[in-house]
Every structure is written in structure tokens, then in C-alpha cells.
């Protein structure tokens, strides 16, 4: 064991009783042999904190009880500190890990010195454990034929298709990157997308692995569902203050986030006229049309016929306009 590099598994825990044993069991299962366990819970009111005793006694892992609910991110951060592994993995407690996910992370990391990170594919879960898909490469990575990445590849896969395969719970950083370059910035500006912000920061410094493989179940709560999310949840994501900002300064970048942007402007003119909100959706439509490419402004411009008849539009078509005009590839 000796000879292992550290491992620093942290699991920040918030009312996570329905799975979290699940979770805890594939971590106690784990081949790889040198870990460390920490679990730090924000003031749970269910049985948690009785879960996490039990696995902590049975296992030695520490936990941190807070006095106070210190919100994710300074939870997150409060681990890090307290991690005294080479690497440090922070795992969701209802996310279920393959019993190698350390051991081939490690075996990576240690091959690949210049990495600052490395990620692995999911498959994502409901509620039940039912399989729903899996968040895949990228084709513009798959395409590189290699597993190591540099900022501007991995960002422009992100910008090109927009999926999360970057998720938090797939990734193990060097503990030396956190020292060099921070934690979790935590302030009002990010939000829910500092992780993202975080996997940026270290690839503006660092190249990044990615095991091409699923080594999480990353679970989907039922009411995460896309509809719901689509006809409820108002307003552009957090995420993409974290683009602009990284995307500033490189013109291949800036137009892939230009696009992206107005795709989002453009979502949420169909969320507004879906709700009858059409006065709104036409202000949207204006901000597009100051603000967003041509591709996106000219289809504002159109769809702004159904808010002036205050005709709803049916949202379901939303995929059909994503696939024709979200592709930056290439352009």
C-alpha cells in the first residue's frame, strides 16, 4: 500500500438518506486500496448522518459534522482542505461508482504526469437505477484518436455540442493543481457552474485525461426530467458566465459561445411564448436580434409572428431546432 499514491474520495452530503447507502457501498467496494474517505454533511434533518456513522465506524472514514448548512460549493472546498491524498476525487452522495473508477483514475494519472485532471464517461440513472443513456465523448474528441486534451479542445467540444461530460463526480485532480491554482470560487458571478469553472482554471494550466469509458451512474432525479425543465426552469443557465468568460480572447471560441448564447436566447423565447408570456418572448427576440448571429436572429425574427398573434408554440419541436441550428462544428 505503501507505494500507492493517495487517494482522497469527498463526498459532500445534504439530505441524501434515499441514496446515499447505495453510494457508499460502491465506494466501499473500491479495488484500489490506498483511500481516504471524507464525508462532510451540511446539517442533514433526515437519516444521513445516522448512514454515515454506520459506513464511517465499519470503514474508519472521517466525516465533518457542520454546525451550519455552509451551502456546496464552501462544502466542497472544506473537503478539499481537508484532504490529505496525491489525488482528490469529490463523488456525489447519489451517484453510483464502478468498483475500478479509482483504480484506473490513479493508474492514468500517474501515467500521464502533465495532466492536471482526469475525467471518465457516464451512463445516467433515474431515480430507480434505470439506465437512460450514457454522456458520451464528444465526436470532435473521438476523432483526435487520444485520451489527453488540451483547454481550447476540450472547450470547443463543450461550446460544439453542449453536453455536460465533464461532470463533477467523474473527475480526480492532482492535489498539487488545487494548491497551485485554488478551489471552488464561490460568489454570486458562477453560482451552480463553478465546477466548471474550476475544470477550465486548471486546463488554461494543464492538459486533461478522459477514460473513455462509463465509470459512473450519474443519477437524474424524476423531476429533472427535460419537459419539465423546459416548460418550468426561466432563465439562462449559470454556466455561461463561466463560457464568456474563458471564451474572451480567442475568436474560434468566442464564435462557438456567440452561438451557443443565442441557442439559449432562443430557448428561452420558446419557454415565455409556451407559457403565453408573449410580450417577454418578444423582448427576447429583441435582445437576439441586438446581440446574437445571424442564423439565430433571422429565426427570432420569424418566430416572432406566433408572439404578435399570441399563437403558443408547441416547445416539443425544441429538439428539431437544436439539431439545425445549435452544430458549431466547423464553422
Known amino acids: 500500500m505503501e507505494n500507492l499514491p493517495k487517494v482522497s474520495i469527498c463526498i459532500p452530503t445534504y439530505n441524501s438518506e434515499m441514496y446515499l447507502e447505495e453510494t457508499l457501498f460502491s465506494i466501499e467496494n473500491q479495488t484500489y486500496s490506498n483511500i481516504e474517505v471524507i464525508i462532510s454533511d451540511n446539517c442533514s434533518t433526515d437519516n444521513t448522518i445516522a448512514l454515515i456513522k454506520k459506513f464511517a465506524a465499519k470503514n474508519n472514514w472521517t466525516y465533518i459534522l457542520n454546525e451550519q448548512n455552509i451551502g456546496a460549493g464552501l462544502n466542497m472546498n472544506k473537503l478539499i482542505t481537508s484532504a490529505t491524498g496525491e489525488f482528490i476525487a469529490i463523488y456525489h452522495s447519489d451517484d453510483v461508482y464502478d468498483s475500478e473508477i479509482v483504480s484506473k483514475s490513479v493508474s492514468f494519472l500517474t501515467t500521464s504526469p502533465e495532466c492536471g485532471f482526469l475525467s471518465t464517461l457516464a451512463t445516467v440513472i433515474d431515480s430507480d437505477g434505470n439506465e437512460l443513456g450514457m454522456l458520451d465523448l464528444p465526436k470532435s474528441l473521438k476523432s ?29 485532480v492532482r492535489k498539487s493543481a488545487y494548491d497551485e491554482l485554488g478551489q471552488f470560487k464561490i460568489h454570486e458571478k458562477y453560482k451552480s457552474a463553478g465546477d466548471y469553472e474550476m475544470w477550465l482554471r486548471i486546463l488554461k494550466k494543464f492538459p486533461a485525461g478522459i477514460i473513455p469509458e462509463s465509470l459512473v451512474k450519474y443519477r437524474k432525479h424524476a423531476q429533472q426530467g427535460s419537459q419539465k425543465e423546459i416548460r418550468e426552469n426561466y432563465g439562462l443557465p449559470d454556466g455561461l458566465i463561466v463560457y464568456e468568460e474563458y471564451a474572451i480572447g480567442n475568436k474560434l471560441l468566442e464564435k462557438k459561445y456567440q452561438r451557443v448564447y443565442s441557442y439559449l436566447l432562443m430557448l428561452q423565447v420558446l419557454k415565455l411564448n409556451d407559457k403565453k408570456d408573449f410580450q417577454n418572448s418578444a423582448e427576447m427576440v429583441k435582445l437576439i436580434q441586438r446581440n446574437g448571429n445571424y442564423s439565430y436572429s433571422a429565426l427570432a425574427t420569424l418566430f416572432n409572428i406566433f408572439n404578435y398573434t399570441s399563437i403558443r408554440f408547441n416547445i416539443n419541436y425544441l429538439n428539431g431546432v437544436k439539431r439545425m441550428f445549435l452544430s458549431t462544428k466547423g464553422k
Open 144 to 172: 483526435k484518436k487520444r485520451n489527453i486534451y488540451n483547454f481550447e479542445e476540450i472547450f470547443a467540444a463543450i461550446l460544439d455540442s453542449f453536453l455536460p461530460f465533464l461532470i463533477t463526480p467523474t473527475v480526480m
